[in-house]
Nanobody, 122 residues
Framework: QVQLVDSGGGLVQAGGSLRLTCTASGHTFSRYIMAWFRQAPGKERELVATITGGGEGTSYADSVKGRFTIFRDNLKNTAYLQMDSLKPEDTAVYYC???????????????WGQGTQVTVSA
C-alpha cells in the first residue's frame, strides 16, 4: 500500500508555469505506475499524464501534450508534473494517483492524493 500527498498548486497567470509534487510513503514506490488526473467544476475527472515505474515511459492527454511534463525520482519517492504555458482551461483540482497497470480511468488507480487546486487567470 502507498499513501500519496500532492502539493504545488496555486494561482498563476496564463502563460505561466507551476510544478506539482506527489510524495509517496510506503514500500516499493518504483513498482507503481504514477498518474496525474484533474477535475474541473462540473466535469469528470480526466487523465492528464502517466509514467512507468522506472520513468522510461510517459503518456499525455492531447490537451497538454508539449506543455506538461511528468517525471519521477524513485530515490525520493516523488512524482512531479511540470506545467508550462498554462491556459485558463487548465484550471482544475489536480490529483496524483498510483496503480499497478495503465488505464485512462480513475478506477484503475487505487491510491490517490488529496488534490491540489490550480487556477489559471486570463
Amino acid at each position: 500500500q502507498v499513501q500519496l500527498v500532492d502539493s504545488g498548486g496555486g494561482l498563476v497567470q496564463a502563460g505561466g508555469s507551476l510544478r506539482l509534487t506527489c510524495t509517496a510513503s510506503g514500500h516499493t514506490f518504483s513498482r507503481y505506475i504514477m498518474a496525474w488526473f484533474r477535475q474541473a467544476p462540473g466535469k469528470e475527472r480526466e487523465l492528464v499524464a502517466t509514467i512507468t515505474g522506472g520513468g522510461e515511459g510517459t503518456s499525455y492527454a492531447d490537451s497538454v501534450k508539449g506543455r506538461f511534463t511528468i517525471f519521477r525520482d524513485n530515490l525520493k519517492n516523488t512524482a512531479y508534473l511540470q506545467m508550462d504555458s498554462l491556459k485558463p482551461e487548465d484550471t482544475a483540482v489536480y490529483y496524483c494517483a498510483a496503480g499497478d497497470g495503465f488505464g485512462n480511468l480513475p478506477r484503475y488507480y487505487p491510491y490517490w492524493g488529496q488534490g491540489t487546486q490550480v487556477t489559471v487567470s486570463a
